[in-house]
């Protein structure tokens, strides 16, 4: 089986072919196509949903050959470009003008239907402007090949992303999932089974990193380089010294919601409490900016802080859960952590748990996890399938705000 995925969920733009072997249970990537915004968002310290539209309606078609030349096709004369039908992409302005002009181009490989079995979307949860330009290419280029499509969850992709790794996944299974749009607990029973056990109340942990950092002068997204910062810090100076260093300071922040006896999380305070201690020590030391000292020990200390709150948060999940899990999968964006996986690894050690996580290329966003996701609902028969022309087709939306739970 064959699957050619399209994300475009936020600011990453991607397309991979992915091949399932039911014989050996193993995945296949034979095309990854991946185009970062970061660039252009960097400017403005987080993602601008119409600027992200515009970014993928542009990156699509390029991803798209560049991933078609690694597959093979059936050479046919039936696609020409007086019958091919633009209607889906007469919303997407970028999106229509870059597919025309590959077009004039009479060898595309557009022209030509992949050896591929279906299409896969990302069509939720997401900022719905950049949802539209990869659920529109999707029906555009079903309707062209006569492919059937599959509507497909981020999240449900993100949890999928492990299997890359690790081809089996037995349940029941607890999942962490912290990116800069999410930070859940999922109870999962089986493929398709999900149950949020707990999610944050305001900001995700990635939308945190990327907050701070900005409050502290890093610049977009923060996570790497407050983690960058927080492990030099670690590597140079001993535990001790460091406390020491804050103690003179004054530098300690809260643990949200750490005691609480529920697996509900929250970092928006710890997020105004970096704004106060900053614009404290600014008022004290009669600075306009931050030494770099004091910026890598508020890194440090934000970074301790957000690993015993998800510490914490998994001892209750895994003691207030009558199922004994065996296996934590924790994904999403901020798995990229190193400091936070090597906790999480040795809490998995001590509590018996395998821990299953994406190797580092498919932690943050990308198309493969999506065509995996698409792999596992059509083996657990959960998907829909879904046939061009017909009414679920035509009238399929994204749903920005499509929970696990509603799968
Ligand atoms: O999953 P992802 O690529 O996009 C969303 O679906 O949100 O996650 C992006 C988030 C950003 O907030 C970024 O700052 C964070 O992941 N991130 C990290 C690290 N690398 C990326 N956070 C902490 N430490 C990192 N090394
Ligand atoms: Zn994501």
């Not at 750490?258 to 970092?267: I, P, Q, R, Y």
Request: glycine share 6%; aromatic share 8%; hydrophobic share 40%.
């Amino acid at each position: 089986m064959r699957i050619l995925s399209i994300e475009t969920s936020c600011d990453e733009t991607g397309i991979s072919i992915v091949e399932y072997d039911k014989n050996t249970n193993k995945y296949k990537i034979l095309a990854d196509s991946l185009n970062s915004q970061i660039d252009i968002h960097k400017e403005f310290g987080g993602v601008f949903p119409m600027m992200a539209k515009r970014e993928h309606g542009n990156n699509l078609t390029d991803l798209l050959t560049s991933c078609l030349h690694k597959v093979s096709s059936s050479d046919t004369s039936s696609i020409n470009k007086e019958n091919i039908n633009f209607d889906f992409l007469s919303r997407e302005k970028e999106l229509e003008e870059k597919v025309k002009v590959e077009l004039d181009n009479k060898d595309s490989l557009l022209y030509k239907i992949p050896d591929i079995d279906y299409v896969a979307v990302t069509r939720g949860p997401g900022l719905e402007p950049a949802l539209w330009v990869g659920l529109s290419f999707a029906k555009f280029l079903c309707t062209l090949w006569q492919k059937p499509m599959l509507g497909i969850n981020h999240m449900e992709g993100h949890i999928s992303s492990v299997l890359m790794e690790s081809n089996v996944v037995n349940f029941p299974t607890l999942a962490l999932l912290i990116s800069g749009g999410h930070t859940e607990l999922v109870d999962i029973e089986n493929w398709g089974k999900y149950n949020i056990i707990g999610k944050t109340r305001d900001d995700a942990i990635g939308e945190a990193y990327d907050k701070v950092a900005r409050i502290l002068g890093l610049s977009y997204p923060g996570g790497p380089l407050i983690a960058g910062r927080a492990k030099k810090l670690r590597e140079m100076v001993s535990d001790k010294e460091i406390q020491k260093k804050k103690d003179s300071f004054s530098i300690k922040l809260p643990r949200p919601m750490m005691k609480t006896n529920d697996m509900d999380l929250s970092f928006s305070g710890l997020k105004t409490a970096v704004l106060y201690l900053a614009r404290d020590l600014k008022k004290n030391i009669n600075t306009e900016t931050l030494s770099d000292e004091i910026v890598d020990l508020i890194c440090h200390e934000f970074e301790n802080s957000v690993m015993e709150v998800i510490i914490s948060k998994l001892n209750f999940a895994n003691r207030a859960n009558e199922r004994k899990y065996k296996n934590l999968i924790v994904a999403g964006g901020v798995i990229a952590n190193e400091f936070l996986k090597e906790h999480i690894n040795m809490w998995c050690e001590d509590n018996n748990l395998h821990f299953l996580k994406p190797d580092k290329s498919l932690a943050t966003d990308n198309a493969v996890m999506i065509a995996l996701a698409a792999i596992v609902g059509l083996n657990n028969n959960y998907i829909d399938i879904v046939t061009p022309g017909s009414d679920d087709f035509i009238n399929m939306i994204p749903d920005g705000g499509w929970s696990l739970g509603n799968i």
